[in-house]
């Protein structure tokens, strides 16, 4: 049979130089006996990392040929006359007509970051600070490449044929419905603005792929896809359209980040997803750059294929910092040479909502 311990022995969450171990007052000489015990599980702060990047059309050409921009050319397509198509006449002469096309460049630049800890840390510490700082690095050099991928989606593209470049497009959602319920199927809401925008619902999603098919920008496999704030995924999840991940008639067969899919479009939850409305040159996740915005609104985005590049000039490499101080101090980077860039301005359309559940 277990005893309760005597009062005054317990020793978690107090100063040990006042602890009694036993309880008894003659044994105030064993408390600097009492050590301070750490746990071998180390935790690590929740981080976003790698949802936008997976999407990115890969290029590695730079390490072919010496140079710090890789070129794509893109042929337009021949105009077709909507009244005749390619119709010929008998007796007239077939005109040849002459190609066009444009160039879209992405640019390489120098990403890493270091850190560095003392001979005197490794021996002292019972953790293994190396292992751990090389994890640190690794999720350090993930978030940092899904930032620049998705801010490459936020950006101004060049059109086909060249020209100014231009900003991607915009869907609003749309506001509860008021004549029946707001999850009711016969009642999409009213469309919202960039001063009032609705909820994420699946009227709102249709209104986006009807934006990228009319303009055929191809799916990605057979889907288009999604990324979105958990604040806004918490409205859609109130649909009987939509489709969790777990409930797919083949499980396991998703890519990193989906929470589920609603008609042709596969959702990706991430709170790298931009907060407000402020189109692309002043887009700023943290202070909504020119424009305020709106306490609860986000801005996603849905993509379809070739949307932006990824170049790749350098992958990312794990380095050591070599002899420093006479071994004293040890140094751990990671590195590598990488862009990102806008192939096709066309295949993404910005969703700018509120967050929440419908009110």
Known sequence: ????????????????????TTGYSSDSTLSPAIQTIWSKEILFQAMPVLRFEQFAVKKTELGVMPGLT???????????????????????RLEPVALSASQIQITVKEHGQAVAVTELLLNASFDDVMA???????????????IQARNTL?????????????????VFGR?????????????????????????L???????????????????LGDTYVCFVHPSQSRSLRDWPEFIEVTKYAAPGNFMLGEIGRIYDVVF??????????????D??????????????????????????????????????????????????????????????????????????AIS
């Open 283 to 356: 887009l700023d996740p943290v202070t909504g750059g020119a424009q305020a915005p709106l306490a609860d609104s986000y801005t996603s985005v849905m993509i379809g294929d070739n949307a932006f590049g990824h170049a790749i000039a350098l992958p990312v490499e794990l380095r050591d910092g070599g002899v420093i101080d006479f071994g004293r101090e040890h140094g751990l980077a990671w590195y590598a040479i990488w862009g990102f860039g806008v192939i096709t301005h066309e295949s993404r359309v910005l969703i700018n909502t509120l967050g929440g």
């Open 132 to 146: 751990s700082a090389s994890r640190l690095l690794g999720r350090h050099m993930a978030q940092s490449m899904d």
């Open 268 to 281: 990706i939850e991430t709170t790298q997803v931009a907060k407000g409305l402020s189109l692309p040159a």
């Open 70 to 92: 890789i070129n794509f050319m893109r042929y337009n397509n021949l105009s077709v006359n909507q009244t005749t198509a390619a119709e010929l006449t008998e007796g007239v």
């Open 154 to 170: 936020y950006a101004n593209g060049i059109p086909f044929g060249g020209g100014a470049a231009v900003a991607p497009d915009v």
């Open 175 to 199: 506001t509860a419905a008021t004549t029946r319920g707001a999850i009711s199927p016969y009642d999409a809401g009213t469309l919202g603005s960039a001063a009032s925008p609705g909820y």
């Open 1 to 20: 049979m277990a005893f309760p311990s005597p009062a005054g022995g317990a020793v978690t969450g107090a100063d040990l130089s006042a602890i009694s």
């Open 201 to 219: 619902s699946p009227a709102t999603i249709k209104d986006a792929v009807e934006v990228l098919a009319g303009k055929n920008i191809p799916r």
